[in-house]
């Protein structure tokens, strides 16, 4: 009789496409492996993008991302759900839908601009951001200029960190983590649910190959998650493999290179 094999969590990403495999989906994929977790994808658009920026985007249906969702939840399951790039208001009103009918807890990266300043997310959406996905996120996270785009709040240190979390925990998520990775100084992270607060700090690596820190720090808060990690312990770990992702991001072509997804295995 042939053994049976151990299912591993299951974690699903519905967000874009990166054609050079540094950010959304690829990125979400290559985490989830490197965590010991399943990956599953729902796909949202699809992206022309390099090391130089993004030179085009074509948002799927919403009748396709609906279609894929339910077919890998209602068979395969979650353990955890990450969501990215969404694009317009119809598919974050129908994402924000899908999650709200599942039981698992839900990271949202709400993504408006790629590494390079290129939109990602259309203006008329931010409203449905604020009003249907935030309040079904477990955890919301938010870099510095998502802060902005969200709240108007723009954050130029630690102070400015508290103010942000507290007006996008009034939009319904349970935690938040803001991003401060563009202050000067120490990077650091304000992790907080409006009652516990957990400031996490790293050292700065001097390397601009960056590309895919937010979608790969999303990604492992929720294979952390999945794991059966609380909050804290789910987003502890998830900085501290981003943190050496980012030591280890490389050049590739002739702009911002990715981290290094496969940083803790590899040998060459």
Not at 17 to 34: E, P, R, Y
Not at 203 to 211: F, K, Q
């Given at each position: ?15 874009g ?18 965590l010991g977790?399943?990956?599953?994808s ?13 030179q ?10 609906r279609?894929q969702?339910?077919s ?5 399951g979650?353990r955890?759900?990450k ?8 598919l ?12 698992a807890?839900?990271v949202?990266?709400?993504v ?11 203006a008329?959406?931010?409203d449905?951001?604020?009003t ?13 200029d998502e ?6 709040v723009?954050v130029?240190?630690?102070t400015?960190?508290?103010q ?6 009034g939009?319904?998520?349970?935690w938040v983590?803001?991003k401060?990775?563009?202050l000067?100084?120490?990077?650091v992270?304000?992790l907080?649910?409006g009652?516990q ?5 790293a ?9 895919g820190t937010?979608?790969?720090?999303a990604s ?6 999945a794991?059966?990690?609380?909050v804290?312990?789910a ?10 992702a ?10 911002i ?6 940083w ?5």
């Open positions: 009789m042939p053994l049976t094999a151990a299912v591993p969590a299951r974690v699903l990403t519905v967000a496409s990166d054609s050079g495999g540094g950010a959304g989906i690829q990125a979400d994929l290559k985490t989830m492996l490197a977790v399943h990956g599953m729902v796909l949202t658009a699809v992206t022309a993008q390099n090391s130089l920026g993004v085009g985007a074509w948002e799927l249906p919403v009748e396709a991302v279609a969702y339910r890998v939840v209602d068979d395969i979650v955890a759900v969501t990215g790039m969404l694009s317009s208001a119809a974050v009103e129908t994402v924000a839908e899908l999650l709200a009918d599942t039981d807890p839900v949202v990266d709400p408006g601009v790629s590494k390079h300043g290129d939109p990602l997310l259309a008329e959406a931010l449905s951001v604020r249907k996905l935030l309040p079904v996120a477990t955890v919301a996270t938010p870099n510095l802060v902005a785009q969200l709240t108007g723009h130029t240190d630690e400015g960190m508290r942000a979390a507290t007006e996008v925990l939009f319904g998520p349970r983590v803001i401060g990775g563009h000067s100084g120490e990077p992270d304000l907080t649910d009652a607060e957990h400031w996490l700090r050292p700065r690596h001097d390397n601009r190959h960056t590309h937010g979608c790969t720090l492992a808060i929720a294979c952390g998650l794991l059966g990690q609380d804290p312990a987003v502890r770990g998830a900085k501290a493999y981003v943190t050496g980012i030591a280890a991001g490389f050049p590739l072509g002739a702009g290179g990715p981290v290094d997804h496969a803790r295995t590899r040998t060459v």
